[in-house]
Nanobody, 122 residues
């Protein structure tokens, strides 16, 4: 059974860090393009970052460039999103997804996890 499970969310103070994990089961992440997205209450889902399958090239939304880093550990079948210098505006549910193309456009993604809540607040 194909499954993506996000973890690592929580409550953090502004300026703090979190590392999100996206663990896959039922398929191998080595050949998958993985994206991270987020959705805040009352807002549309926003692309955050993606990592391609072979070259490992990455893309980031302007809003997180320089603060977030996406990476993959094929041995653990997991993709990570390291989030530093967090701001209250980063508060959202974060989702990972399998995509057809490494882009921050949600329409390019076909399979989604259930999400993990990130709250940035003092």
């Amino acid at each position: 059974q194909l499954q993506l499970v996000e973890s690592g969310g929580g409550l953090v103070q502004p300026g703090g860090s979190l590392r999100l994990s996206c663990a896959a089961s039922g398929f191998t992440l080595d050949y998958a393009i993985i994206g991270w997205f987020r959705q805040a209450p009352g807002k549309e889902r926003e692309g955050v970052s993606c990592i391609s399958s072979r070259s490992g090239s990455t893309n980031y939304a302007d809003s997180v460039q320089g603060r977030f880093t996406i990476s993959r550990d094929n041995a653990k079948n997991t993709v990570y999103l390291q989030m530093n210098s967090l701001k209250p505006d980063d508060t959202a549910i974060y989702y990972c997804a399998v995509g057809l193309k490494c882009t921050v456009v949600a329409a390019s993604y076909t399979y989604w996890g259930q999400g993990t809540q990130v709250t940035v607040s003092s």
